[in-house]
RNA sequence: UGGGGCGUCGUCAAGCGGUAAGACACAGGAUUUUGGUUCCUGCAUUCGGAGGUUCGAAUCCUCCCGCCCCAG
């Protein structure tokens, strides 16, 4: 129970390597902590190695109480059927982006903060800071490769506010050797794709759980030539190779797919190029004072920020890119950077042409 | 059934008497808190079929089969 004075903080817990050494960053220094744990209804594996019971042994260890969430109505509903909506509608979604601030610091942290913590810490690679006026910024994790700002970009300043990355200033191969060192298991399979699909990959899951009936369709050129059948939509996004099964003088790449007619529209990576890209469901941590304004942009996770202009309106932003960038994808979350902070994040509604 | 051309991996395609390039596709792996990209590895004991010449043939010869042109 929190005695009066020391704050108490919950931690996020998974049963992995990084939200444990976020516990364990955190006691060190003396925090009051309560440890949480929230169920998808997806969990994978089942026994002695499924996530909650590998959070146990972590809280036992570390002697902190463990409350159990059940986030399976909300998840479900936040995050795994627009997952499924968004490739019926041929977009690619972006869980993760969602997850973040619906669940984790939406139901999650609500939760916490009804236990009376007053911040919610995660494992999350990147940092807070907070300015002289007391204003918190999102900034990039310090390992440039692992770091997630990417995916915390539309939290509000409000869930900002309230959370707490221990690790953003740490790289996770530090990360990592510090959790051998405090004699942890290695995590063997830290690779996670989408948290809530299993093996058979997100198009097995989605038909599997009956959330998207396959149709197949045809699969052209950009000029309109038949080349082929695929057999849905949903197992293709934008700057993809692999599947299309089309052989050519050049290998194809997934320009563009078109629901209504179930087509799929293929061309060479010089037909992937877009100029910009029109963004909507705009969601700021530093919302801008002027409607146009340069910014770096990510457009997918794991690429770098390119230079660009963005033009706001009512509706979203037009984002004009000064070099033309490779797969711009509808469905994913561009994330607008000033150098290392977040300023806020839109989602891609359809590339500019080139 | 006149004349000419062609048949090499799923597709395109090198090779032209010395013991089957490459690209695309596909498969597997690596990487990865989205989907992708990228990278690595694998992928024709065999060249439409059957004979023959030769120390040796996908490469030369003969016949057969199948396509494609140009003439009837």
Not at 164 to 184: N, Q
């Amino acid at each position: 129970m929190p005695c009066g004075k020391t704050p108490l903080t919950a931690v996020a817990l998974s049963g992995g390597v990084d939200s444990t050494m976020t516990a364990m960053r955190l006691q060190a220094v003396g925090t009051h902590l309560v440890a949480v744990h929230f169920l998808t209804g997806y969990e994978s594996e089942k026994g002695p190695d499924s996530p909650l019971v590998r959070t146990r042994r972590v809280c036992a260890r570390l002697g902190i109480a463990l409350e159990v969430i059940d986030c399976r109505d909300a998840f479900r509903r936040a995050v795994v059927e627009p997952f499924a909506a968004a490739y019926r509608r041929g977009l690619t979604p972006n869980p993760c982006a969602l997850c973040n601030p619906l669940i984790k610091f939406g139901e999650v942290l609500q939760y916490c903060l009804g236990l009376g913590a007053e911040r919610l810490a995660t494992g999350h690679y990147a940092r807070r800071i907070r300015d002289c006026q007391g204003r918190v910024h999102l900034m990039r994790g310090m390992d440039r490769v692992k770091e997630q700002s990417y995916f915390l970009a539309r939290l509000t300043p409000y869930q900002l506010e309230r959370s707490v990355f221990p690790l953003g200033d740490l790289t996770k191969e530090r990360v990592v050797r510090m959790a051998l060192e405090a004699g942890l298991q290695p995590g063997v399979s830290e690779s996670q794709d989408v948290c809530f699909v299993r093996q058979e990959g997100y198009a097995g899951f989605l038909s599997a759980a009956g959330l998207i009936a396959p149709r197949p369709g045809p699969i052209v050129d950009v000029h309109g030539r038949l080349l082929g059948r695929h057999e849905g939509l949903h197992r293709f996004t934008v700057g993809q190779r692999r599947g299309i099964n089309c052989p050519g003088p050049q290998p194809y790449y997934v320009v563009r797919l078109e629901p209504d007619a179930h087509r799929l529209v293929v061309g060479f990576k010089s037909d992937l190029f877009a100029g910009g890209c029109r963004v909507t469901d705009l969601s700021w941590i530093q919302p801008p004072d002027a409607d146009r304004f340069p910014v770096q942009v990510r457009l997918r996770y794991r690429s770098a920020a390119c230079a660009a202009r963005i033009r706001v309106d009512d509706e979203g932003a037009d984002i004009l890119f000064e070099q033309p960038q490779l797969a711009v994808t509808p469905g994913q979350s561009a994330v607008f950077y000033r150098d290392d902070e977040v300023l806020g994040a839109g989602w891609i509604e359809a590339a500019l042409p080139a």
